[in-house]
């Protein structure tokens, strides 16, 4: 059983549209999260939801919208895609938030490519 | 300003050999440290965590952490083909957040 699952797994767009990612897990978990990873690698924090309340809201454009439905889920809705939000999209998940002692499991990510 | 800084690498080592891997962080504050080990096209997945100054052994992984120095790394011992991905520190502050660095990528040659 896929503990984190994210869909689509690619996504390829043009600039200007607006598209959608979805995460869920089956954990239990009450965090979750949204990480970028650009093409160096680097992977930070966006957003992070502790029971469907938004607890981190990152230096990120207005364009990234998250929304949580409950807590087993987190999506993400991103509005005028650039070429600059081209990288890959992780969702993770953990226990609680507790300052980040519990461990976040991370789903298989989302590489987003915008043309 | 960079929080959690990490040797880029690559790190190359012959197979058996000790894979040493060093990371500093900014914030005084911080307060619990992790390695991530990311193979390629994959996600981040969790190897050690440490909360304490210290060694902690977890298999062929050892990870040290000196709050004093701001310095935490993790050694890899008897170093195997399959030890090769990316490992990414990660450190929390009082903030819920985890900051990660760049990654440090190991090949170890058969």
């Known amino acids: ?5 994210q869909t689509p797994k690619y996504l390829v767009t043009q600039m200007g549209n607006d598209k ?3 995460c869920e897990q089956n954990l239990g978990h009450d965090t979750m999260y949204w990480y970028k990873q650009d093409s160096k690698k680097f ?13 981190i809201n990152e230096t990120v454009p207005n364009r990234f919208s998250p929304k949580s439905p409950d807590k087993a889920h987190l999506n993400l809705h991103i509005n005028s895609l650039e070429l600059g939000d081209s990288a890959v999209y992780f969702c993770a998940s953990s226990l609680s938030p507790s300052g980040g002692t519990d461990t976040q499991y991370f789903g298989p990510g989302t590489r987003l490519t915008v043309l | 300003q960079k929080e959690v800084e990490q040797n880029s690498g690559p790190l190359s080592v012959p197979e058996g050999a000790i894979a040493s891997l060093n990371c500093t962080y900014s ?6 440290f992790f390695w991530y080990r990311q193979y390629s096209g994959k996600s981040p997945e969790l190897i050690m965590s440490i909360y304490s100054n210290g060694d902690k052994e977890d298999g062929r992984f050892t990870a040290q952490l000196n709050k004093a120095s701001q310095y935490v790394s993790l050694l890899i011992r008897d170093s195997q083909p399959s030890d090769s991905a990316t490992y990414l520190c990660a450190v929390t502050h009082n903030d819920y957040k985890l900051s990660f660095g760049a990654g440090t990528t190991v090949t170890v040659r058969a």
């Open chain 1, 1 to 5: 059983d896929t503990a984190v699952s």
């Open chain 1, 20 to 22: 959608s990612i979805k």
């Open chain 1, 43 to 55: 992977l930070k924090i966006m957003f992070s939801y502790n029971n469907k309340e938004l607890i």
């Open chain 2, 27 to 32: 914030d005084r504050g911080s307060q619990s």
